[in-house]
């Protein structure tokens, strides 16, 4: 147990769909991350967010939509999203982004887009 | 980009045998870091190596950093059953940090 908790564990969905992934993390970290994760494929960071400011956004299209409400939540919207967006969706978190030591990842969310 | 590539893509060894894995990356870095993920899991942070070191330890892990080379190595010692899993290299250049593929290494009873 790593103190980040992410649900649902598994979501379906069709690409007509709205649909939220939450984050939470119990660690008081200040820097919470959203990543992608496809076979055969890096892990790709999506977005960052750090005391609840959005700091990065890696050319993500705008079906996906992060919410980060206070520094222990992180949320990522879906919303008609492609087949190929089906992926395990990782969130972490960190002490900070200025010093970036160990991430903290949670178990994931994995994601069929139908 | 700096992003790090582990090698080999996947590796099978026998139980007890030592595993060693290593990662290449592009341009300089603050530090790299490795994680472990259990099939379908969350990512475990392993340990991290700043860039002026060289050489560190944990338990049965090994991390060399060769700056030069701008490569990495990953050692673990004694393999258990346990040890199945994907291993992952992280390099962080200040302001981003970007994983690998990662090496799927297999322990065999």
């Known amino acids: 147990e790593t103190g980040v908790t992410q649900t649902p564990r598994h979501l379906v969905m069709g690409m007509t769909n709205k649909k939220s992934l939450k984050c939470e993390q119990h660690l008081g970290h200040n820097a919470m991350y959203w990543y992608k994760q496809s076979a055969k494929k890096p892990l790709e960071l999506m977005f960052v967010y750090n005391f609840k400011e959005q700091t990065e956004n890696n050319s993500v299209p705008s079906r996906f939509s992060p919410e980060c409400p206070n520094s222990s939540h992180l949320f990522l919207h879906l919303h008609t999203l492609q087949p190929e967006d089906s992926a395990l969706y990782l969130c972490a978190s960190s002490q900070d982004q200025g010093e970036r030591n160990e991430q903290f990842f949670g178990p994931g969310t994995r994601l069929t887009v139908l | 980009s700096q992003q790090g590539e582990e090698d080999p893509q996947a590796l099978s060894i026998q139980e007890g045998e030592n595993a060693t894995m290593n990662c290449s990356y592009k341009?300089?870095?603050?530090?790299l870091q490795w994680y472990r993920q259990n099939s379908g899991r969350g990512l475990v942070h392993l340990i991290l190596?700043?860039?002026?070191?060289r050489e560190k330890h944990s338990g049965r892990l090994r991390v060399t950093l060769d700056t030069s080379k701008k490569s990495s190595s990953l050692l673990i010692t004694a393999s258990r059953a346990a040890d199945t899993a994907s291993y992952f290299c992280a390099t962080d250049a200040w302001d981003k940090i970007i994983f690998g593929k990662g090496t799927r290494l297999h322990i065999l009873p």
């Open positions: 341009t300089s870095i603050n530090n």
């Open positions: 190596i700043r860039s002026n070191e």
